[in-house]
């Protein structure tokens, strides 16, 4: 199982990027995908997640009506799109597999079944 990020980058308060992460070596079809991000000194925190059976999605507050996961389970991709960026958000995002979403904020890195590289996201004038 292979999962790559991409989509990271600079971009000003107030900009949008489009993150993704492309899955290789399983089906897609059997998990919830999501992504966390690790900023400078902080720990790493689940940011979003989607479920494959019904699309339920998970936000964390910080995120909730500006970024909007989505998937494609036959291009084995999901997407990450960040609007009305902050420096607060200037972190490294990792995406990540797993059976579920349900408690996506906290989980650990032993806690689900894949992670992918990160990509950093740099929010700056």
């Known amino acids: 199982v292979q999962l790559q990020a991409s989509g990271g980058g600079l971009v000003e308060p107030g900009g949008s990027l489009r993150l993704s992460c492309a899955a290789s070596?399983?089906?897609?079809?059997?998990?919830?995908i999501g992504w966390f991000h690790q900023a400078p000194g902080k720990e790493r925190e689940g940011v979003s997640c989607?479920?494959?059976?019904?699309?339920?999605?998970y936000y964390a507050d910080s995120v909730k009506g500006r970024f909007a996961i989505s998937r494609d389970n036959i291009k084995k991709t999901a997407y990450l799109q960040m609007n009305s960026l902050n420096s607060e958000d200037t972190a490294v995002y990792y995406c990540?597999?797993?059976?579920?979403?349900?408690?996506?904020?906290?989980?650990?890195?032993?806690?689900?079944?894949?992670w992918g590289r990160g990509t950093q996201v740099t929010v700056s004038s």
């Open positions: 070596g399983l089906s897609l079809d059997d998990y919830a």
């Open positions: 990540a597999l797993d059976f579920i979403c349900t408690g996506w904020k906290h989980k650990g890195y032993n806690d689900v079944e894949a």
């Open positions: 989607m479920t494959t059976s019904d699309g339920v999605t």
